[in-house]
């Protein structure tokens, strides 16, 4: 590989779109189309673009807006292997009602954030980053609140469609109810705000300054090759 090639594998591009080809049909129909509105859904419309045009700002807006949350995903499925359950958020997983089919389609929770990782090490990081995922998600999270359904603390039925509620958890933690501990107004106004600012800025920090690092040390190297 050239020093200066920083494209996306073909191998890598090819993998990830079938991969896709199958997700997308898949949630599709067991879920509806309203189950692409999760941020996580949304950063894989976001990466597969992004290998294909090789884009640093996708790929960065998607790391920006779901690093932290699937890095907590992992650690709560890592902790419920073991026995462990600290908090609902893989509980699904383990749900026998639940075709393994599909919870082997949701494990790409566990390998998207190392896949955007090395993403972002391979392109670049885009300081414009979390602005465009911070307007998208306040976008997402309007839309969710206003328009998708609240918890209902129906039973699912297993091999009918089953539309998401709660989308981003704009009710509440609980997909079974909606929150109570105050006014809906005010939970959705503080989740529009807590994000921004304790999940998407450390993470454009952090990662701002781990590529700036990468790119300090393999500068001098290219620039030998040059001469």
């Avoid at 997402?140 to 509620?165: D, H, K, T």
Wanted: proline share 7%; hydrophobic share 55%; net charge neutral.
């Amino acid at each position: 590989m050239h020093p200066n090639d920083r494209s996306v594998p073909v191998v890598l591009k090819i993998s990830f779109t079938a991969f896709m080809a199958i997700l997308v049909p898949a949630y599709w129909s067991a879920y509806g189309p309203t189950n692409f509105l999760y941020f996580c859904d949304v950063a894989l419309f976001a990466v597969l673009v992004a290998v294909w045009t090789d884009s640093a700002l996708l790929v960065s807006a998607a790391a920006v807006g779901i690093l932290v949350p699937q890095a907590l995903w992992v650690l709560d499925f890592g902790l419920r292997l073991v026995g462990a359950a600290p908090t609902g958020m893989t509980a699904y997983m383990f749900d026998q009602n639940l075709e393994l089919f599909y919870r082997g389609l949701s494990l790409f929770h566990g390998w998207l954030p190392f896949l955007l990782i090395y993403l972002v090490y391979r392109l670049g990081y885009d300081k414009r980053a979390i602005w465009l995922w911070t307007v998208t998600a306040e976008a997402l999270l309007l839309i969710c609140y206003w328009f998708m359904p609240a918890p209902s603390g129906a039973e699912r039925v297993v091999g009918q469609v089953n539309p998401p509620v709660n989308i981003n958890y704009v009710h509440g933690l609980s997909d079974a109810a909606p929150q109570t501990m105050m006014s809906p107004t005010l939970w959705i106004a503080l989740l529009m705000i807590a994000l921004p600012l304790l999940v998407y800025l450390p993470t454009h920090v952090m990662l701002n300054r781990w590529r700036g690092k990468i790119a300090t040390e393999t500068t001098p190297e290219i620039s030998s090759i040059h001469e």
